[in-house]
């Protein structure tokens, strides 16, 4: 059942990819990094179904986003729910990806990134399932490849998952593997504008992403596909409309099918680059060393010059 579950998904990847979407996926991070240099905010809104209820499971993370340099960027994420009793936060993430791989060509390139994430969780434990982003306190860690061919991107992520207890008295269950092996195979191509005529034409992009999860000590897996569209607008705001629905899965999950909403607005230039900075600082304090080692030698000379003159005149007196 695994098997053929896994063929059906990197068939609906491949039929996608004839036409899906650019470098910015939604259920997985590109290996390319925000331009250096830039601020975002970026509001993820999930509503999941709950499994055996007619519940909906409402997730809200919002992150602000800081383009380091063109190979670094981090990520600052929050996170609210109705778990319990109406909304609430339950923690706090931070994220980094660093792109270590760049080979650029005209109309494609290939770049590869390693990545982290370390969270913080007080919500309750209800699911086998691993997910260090928004359920579970612990750590992430790792790599992820993209090969950009003109208006097609495929991507490539495999990541490491560690959970901790949760916060709050929510200790992690004994029984249940705490490490888990991820990965996401992501496909897309940007449809619409046909040809570019300016930087405030809307994009269109389509794409697909085949999303899985395997607990090493049980040996349980989880697969999921997850379709979606998404919109650059201006070239600097994107909306993302996606629906992830599991297609097999031996582990217990509360809620593994439902819709994702987000909204992200970048800012260019809004800081300066860390090159820039560090090269404003250095100079700054060089000038300012300088300045000061000027002032105390000329000082010290002054000083000696006149405790000799002074001495010179006693002394021939």
């Avoid at 991070?29 to 409402?58: K, Q």
């Avoid at 969780?121 to 691993?130: L, P, R, S």
């Amino acid at each position: 059942m695994l098997r053929y579950s896994i063929l059906l998904a990197l068939s609906l990847l491949c039929t996608r990819h004839g036409a899906n979407a650019q470098e910015l996926f939604v259920y997985s991070e590109p290996a390319s990094n925000m331009p250096a240099g830039s601020m975002g905010l970026r509001l993820t809104n999930w509503m999941m179904d709950e499994v055996n209820s007619a519940r909906t499971n409402y997730h809200f993370i919002p992150e602000v986003m800081w383009g380091v340099s063109k190979d670094l960027m981090i990520h600052a994420e929050g996170f609210v729910s109705n778990r319990n009793t109406g909304l609430a936060w339950e923690g706090a993430a931070l994220y980094g990806k660093y792109r270590f791989l760049s080979r650029d060509n005209v109309y494609r390139h290939f770049r590869m990134a390693a990545f982290g994430r370390v969270a913080s969780n007080n919500a309750d434990i209800h699911q086998e399932t691993i997910q260090v982003n928004g359920h579970n306190s612990g750590y992430q860690a790792g790599i992820v490849a993209t090969q950009l061919l003109h208006k097609t991107a495929l991507s490539i992520t495999g990541f490491y998952e560690q959970a901790y207890d949760n916060r709050k008295g929510n200790d992690f269950p004994k029984e249940q593997p705490n490490a888990a092996y991820n990965y996401i195979l992501s496909a897309g191509k940007l449809m619409l504008p046909k040809k570019y005529t300016s930087y405030n034409q809307t994009n269109l992009n389509l794409m697909a992403e085949v999303i899985g999860q395997w607990l090493p000590a049980t040996g349980q897996h989880s697969v999921d596909i997850a379709p979606s569209v998404q919109f650059i607008i201006h070239s600097q705001m994107r909306l993302d409309i996606g629906y992830r629905q599991e297609l097999y899965s031996n582990m217990w999950r509360t809620a593994p099918n439902g819709l994702l909403l987000r909204f992200e607005y970048l800012l260019f230039n809004a800081v300066p680059q860390l090159g820039h900075l560090t090269h404003s600082l250095t100079h700054s304090l060089t000038h300012s060393l300088t300045h000061s080692l000027t002032h105390s030698l000329s000082h010290s000379l002054t000083l000696s010059l006149s405790l000799s003159l002074s001495l010179s005149l006693s002394l021939s007196h």
